[in-house]
């Protein structure tokens, strides 16, 4: 049944693929926690594809269901909030079958998601350990080089950010950005008061995720 999903998955995201026109979605969770927060960035983020890019990225972002069957038309989703997180089994299954599938998920801590994310990572995978990317990893070496890393757009517990991946067969199909908050960086500069350079810093690292993950799907 599971390889069953996963290839139903593959082909629904290759047909997006195809079509010409990118499509991401934000991921609406259960528990309480906003998942609904920073509602200017993925239009900024997308915007910004297209600019740098040519990417023809459709900046109409919708929020998606976790267990709803819509994410598989979607080959890059976006997960964000402050607070708690809880997956149901079968969103939590309908989740896996996406990935495994060939979809992508990133998910940016926006300060306080860390401690009820991470259990539910390792419930989505029991069997794969969240591993740091090292500085080396293609991810920052896409258009823009980033060689220390993920930058450091808001301090929170002025900690070094990180950047944590689930890796399936060689792919890397969950990255967890921690310590950084790239989703405030894109959103419009006078939300948070961002620098116009950390507003560059952000748009460039999520140009970065966003074509290290297309890539796998054609995005020339």
């Not at 998942?35 to 890019?53: C, D, E, G, I, V």
């Not at 689930?166 to 948070?192: A, K, M, Q």
């Not at 748009?203 to 970065?208: A, I, V």
């Amino acid at each position: 049944m599971k390889l069953i999903l996963s290839i139903v998955a593959f082909c629904i995201l290759s047909s997006v693929y195809g079509q010409g026109l990118y499509r991401i979605a934000a991921l609406k969770y259960g528990g309480g926690g906003d998942y609904y927060a920073n509602p200017t960035a993925l239009p900024n983020l997308a915007k910004f594809a297209n600019s740098q890019l040519n990417a023809q990225m459709d900046i109409e972002i919708p929020f998606i269901d976790v267990g709803s069957p819509q994410i598989f038309s979607y080959p890059f989703i976006h997960m964000t909030g402050h607070g708690n997180v809880v997956f149901s089994t079968s969103e939590r299954e309908n989740l896996r079958s996406y990935l495994l599938g060939g979809g992508f998920l990133h998910i940016d801590d926006n300060y306080g998601m860390d401690e009820f994310v991470r259990p539910e990572i390792k419930k989505l995978f029991p069997n794969y350990d969240l591993v740091e990317l090292p500085f080396n990893h293609p991810i920052f070496h896409q258009k823009y080089t980033f060689n220390n890393g993920l930058p450091k757009i808001h301090e929170h517990d002025n900690e070094r950010p990180q950047a944590f991946g689930i890796i399936i067969d060689g792919r890397l199909s969950l990255l967890y950005t921690y310590e950084t908050d790239l989703g405030n960086g894109w959103e419009d500069v006078s939300v948070h008061n961002t620098t116009p350079e950390k507003h560059q810093d952000a748009l460039k690292m999520g140009l970065n995720i966003l074509q290290f993950a297309l890539l796998q799907g054609g995005l020339e």
